[in-house]
């Protein structure tokens, strides 16, 4: 351990070290959106610490960032009224837009956020410590899936354009909005996830709840100018403060029509108790997850070990698509565990916007606590730390840990560790993986490594009918953006791409009537004379 102490010394630099292209103001937030304005607020605050630690006289304390309002019950009740009214039962100014003019508004967002890029790339590695170059990715990418969201919009639009005759009757299908949505997202993806649910919300002319994720709040600041200008009064509202505090009322109120949920089962349970009218409530929900991945003896380790590098630790492991349990056929699993270990000792932990660095600090506060706790009660049960330094922690930072072998005894293998630690179990037969998934509460995606195509065949066909998303020698992941993502079991309900999503937050609706000859000249008189916004046979370019 000597040797790996004097490996990560100087991991946290002082202030002055710190490149100036990276370094950030304090940011005191004293306002929020409600209602198309900017409310200012004299009230208490929560403060914000970025898990990069400074190092000081009393050793290492996380670098204070900021803060933002800790808002009550009261003003949340103020935002709930603010989207009920914007609304208002979808006789509102937005829910009543065409969707040219929704369309026209969403672009004028993206042009407003746009120039707000490097702020929020900086915000991004401060409140989080994800990376600079993964930073930048979750922002062009939210950027990309506002843009391809516009797109898909416009096609389905384009689909809905023509009217149907059916039996004598002739009618016009289109999707209309389903009301107000609590949108609540995850602190690992805090603007791309979040905007996955909220955009194609919005863009169907739902009026939005906006709760911020308990890490990476300031991050949306920048962002609050831009939902203000771009979009009618009441439109979207933010939400701050502790959720059990504010979100509580709001869904006992029963007014909220929709749930957009990322987090805990466990929590969205929870919420979705809280709603006095089940029946009414919609809920689009991207939960836990505890993907395997399934390396045979038939497998390319050197494919094998490459993706599950990656698939346990992009982000220190802190993605609901992350590989989280690795099933490694015994005959090869010495060897594929030895080559892995290697491949993690390799990484460069660091600060985010280091160049290379692979591993970062860990924004909340309690984890590495509690992967100390997974890793001893891991070694109890007969597992081993497999490579250099796994394990070691400095404050906020934890470098990952090689676990083996694992079983069933142990809380690595039952629990969502969401952090760098990689647990590896030995099977003898394919069997033994499927069984693990028939009998796991999540079922989100497997991977599976093998060039065998009867083995492959042979795992496909169960896990299909396990869990969402079957990956062929390669991680478990979200994107494309365009393919669904989704879960089964206690990881999802709804389904989320940008196809899927602007259907999840809308309802089909027709407008019908017999199809005799003066409904159709009435029909066209409406369309010709653009007299209604639902009626419509525009072509949106």
């Not at 950030?24 to 900017?38: C, T």
């Not at 029946?279 to 689009?284: E, T």
């Not at 009918?465 to 494309?480: E, F």
């Not at 937050?505 to 009537?513: G, K, N, P, Y």
């Amino acid at each position: 351990m000597e040797n790996t102490t004097k490996h990560f010394e100087g991991l946290f630099k002082p202030t002055d070290q710190i490149p100036e292209e990276y370094n950030i103001s304090e940011i005191h937030q004293r306002e929020y959106l409600l209602n198309g304005e900017m409310v200012h607020w004299d009230g208490p605050v929560i403060e914000v610490y970025s898990p990069v630690c400074i190092p000081g006289p009393d050793g290492l304390v996380r670098k204070f960032v900021g803060s933002y309002p800790h808002t009550t019950p009261k003003e949340s009740m103020e935002a709930l009224d603010a989207a009920v009214a914007a609304y208002n039962d979808g006789q509102g100014e937005w829910p009543t837009m065409s969707v040219e003019g929704r369309i026209k508004c969403m672009q004028k967002f993206v042009y407003l956020m746009v120039q707000q890029r490097d702020l929020i790339i900086k915000l991004l590695m401060w409140e989080i410590g994800k990376t600079l170059a993964d930073s930048t990715k979750e922002f062009d990418r939210t950027v990309d899936y506002i843009n391809d969201t516009i797109d898909a919009l416009k096609d389905l639009d384009r689909e809905s354009s023509r009217f149907k005759q059916a039996e004598g009757t002739i009618a016009q299908i289109r999707r209309a909005p389903l009301g107000v949505v609590l949108s609540m997202g995850p602190f690992n993806y805090p603007l791309n996830e979040i905007f996955t649910t909220l955009i194609p919300a919005l863009i169907m002319g739902n009026t939005i709840l906006f709760k911020l994720p308990k890490h990476g709040i300031l991050l949306h600041y920048p962002l609050l100018n831009a939902f203000k200008e771009a979009f009618p009064k009441g439109t979207v509202n933010t939400l701050y403060g502790r959720g059990a505090e504010i979100i509580t009322p709001i869904m006992e109120s029963g007014k909220v029509n929709v749930l957009a949920f990322i987090g805990s089962s466990k929590v969205a349970n929870g919420l979705k108790k809280l709603h006095p009218k089940v029946n009414r409530l919609r809920a689009i929900l991207s939960l836990d997850a505890k993907n395997a991945a399934i390396v045979t003896k038939n497998a390319d380790l050197d494919v094998a070990v490459s993706e599950c590098l990656l698939g346990s630790l992009s982000f220190n492991g802190q993605r609901c698509t992350a590989l989280k349990l690795i099933f490694v056929q015994k005959e090869v699993a010495d060897e594929f565990v030895t080559r892995l270990s290697k491949a993690v000792s390799a990484l460069k932990g660091g600060l985010p916007w280091e160049d290379g660095v692979k591993v970062t600090p860990l924004p909340e506060p309690g984890k590495p606590g509690y992967l100390k706790e997974c890793i001893e009660d891991a070694i109890e049960h007969g597992a081993k730390i497999m490579n250099e330094g796994g394990g070691y922690n400095q404050e906020s930072f934890v470098f990952p840990a090689v676990m083996y072998p694992v079983n069933d005894s142990m809380k690595l293998y039952h629990e969502e560790q969401f952090g760098p630690v990689i647990p590896v179990v030995p099977f003898e037969t394919i069997d033994e993986p499927i069984e693990y998934q028939i009998n796991a509460s999540h079922g989100m995606q497997v991977s599976i490594f093998s060039q065998d195509p009867i083995e492959v065949s042979k795992l496909i066909d169960p896990f299909v009918n396990l869990v969402s998303r079957v990956n062929i020698n390669c991680q478990a992941q979200r994107g494309p953006d365009v393919f669904p993502f989704t879960g089964r079991k206690d990881s999802a309900e709804g389904t989320l791409s940008v196809y899927d999503a602007l259907r999840s937050f809308s309802i089909r609706s027709l407008v019908a009537t017999k199809a005799t000859e003066a409904n159709k000249q009435l029909l066209n008189t409406i369309v010709t004379d653009h007299d209604s916004n639902f009626l419509s046979t525009d072509y949106i370019f």
